[in-house]
């Protein structure tokens, strides 16, 4: 090989700064921490189960709004019967009130950036 | 039995006949209306209704000066008040009665009468020009004619405010929040963002859990009346056909469904 002796150290820096951010992560244990979510207290019931939730809130949350805007629909029935109405702040942010600490902290820690909030507003926003 | 090719192309040419008359056998025994007439009539929670506004002027201009309607709504909705016109965002507003009514010949509508100011608001037309030109469907009719605005599908790109022939549409130039009192917002019912058109939508969302929209509620003067066109015991439907109203430009076929008094 010509030039091995700059290709190979060259290699070897190149995927030491590649994987340093692994590593790094890795060594300090930083891999398997979780966003630290403060859950609400005074209800131990979602509309739907958790697991549920976790994975398909943004797709409930869009139904939601199709039903509500579009065709007027605004009571949603959950799988165990219970009826709620259809509404970010009205009944998501009634029990979920800390949005920065429940939202965000989560929305953050996976980067992802929902649109919601530049029109609805979060009740603290509203109060501070 | 051998069929040959004559005797195929007839059988074709007759099935071809018998296909081609069966929409006009249909329409004839009136088949299709029948069938269409209770899927429109079971649409939506506010089926067979047509909700409709009656703006009585000389009990508006019975207190001069009030904008109780304008408050009631901008609380309600959030719309923000910017000082420059040309950011300004209007759901009901106010102008000259020479203007509201420009076809009334000058001469005849007395002064004072041209220049009393007359609350004007999203007409929600029967036949909304603003609803055929937009392209993702952002706004459109609901079966009791609200024209309703969905602001997460508008695109801003203003069609609807060149179709509407009464300038109920504005366009968020800068971020309405700008113009808004945060810490006053009503939080049940969202802000808009830039670069969306908005309007009056008839307080659908009050509409729908049984109230009447908030300029109604809040005028003192009772000015303001809503109620359903195509209830013949509403008392709406009892003033429009009892008294002579007028509507903002009718001979442009949009059918407007705010009905004045003068």
Known sequence: MHDGSKIVPGLILFLGILFAPFWYNAGTGQAAARPDIVKPTQEKQCVESTEFMKANHMQLLIQWREEVVRNGDRTY??????????????????????????????????????NCWNCHTAPKESKA | MRTDRRQF????????????????IEALLGRGLVEASPEILA????????????????????????????????????????????????????????????????????AGLGNRPT?????????????????????????????????????????????????????????????????????DFPTRTRGVVEKCT???????????PACVEACKQQALLFGDLNDPNSQLRKIVESRYTLVRKPELGTRPQVYYIV
Request: proline fraction near 7%; charged fraction near 25%.
């Open chain 1, 77 to 114: 029935v959950a799988t165990d019967g219970k009826s709620y109405e259809k509404s970010l702040t009205g009944s998501c942010l009634k029990c979920h009130s800390n949005k920065a600490e429940f939202c965000d902290r989560c929305h953050d820690y996976a980067h992802v950036q929902p």
């Open chain 2, 43 to 110: 649409q939506g929670a506010g089926a067979a209704r047509r909700w409709a506004m009656v703006v009585d002027l000389p009990k508006c201009w019975a207190n001069p000066g009030c904008t109780d309607c304008i408050g009631a709504c901008d609380q309600t909705h959030n719309v923000p008040r910017f000082e420059d016109e040309k950011k300004a965002i209007k759901w009901v507003w106010l102008e000259p009665y020479g203007r509201v009514f420009p076809e009334q010949d000058p001469r005849l509508v007395s």
């Open chain 2, 119 to 187: 609350p004007l608001l999203c007409n929600h037309c029967e036949n909304p020009a603003c609803v055929r030109v937009c392209p993702t469907r952002a706004t459109w009719q609901r079966p009791d004619g609200i024209v309703m605005m969905d602001f997460h599908r508008c695109i801003g790109c203003r069609y609807c405010m060149v179709a509407c022939p009464y300038g109920a549409r504005s366009f968020n130039f800068v971020d309405p929040r700008a113009g808004l009192d945060m810490d006053k917002v009503n939080a």
């Open chain 2, 9 to 24: 192309l007839r059988i074709a040419g007759v099935a071809a006949l018998g296909l081609g008359l069966k929409p006009g």
């Open chain 2, 202 to 212: 008839l307080c659908a969302e009050r509409i729908d859990k049984g109230g009447v």
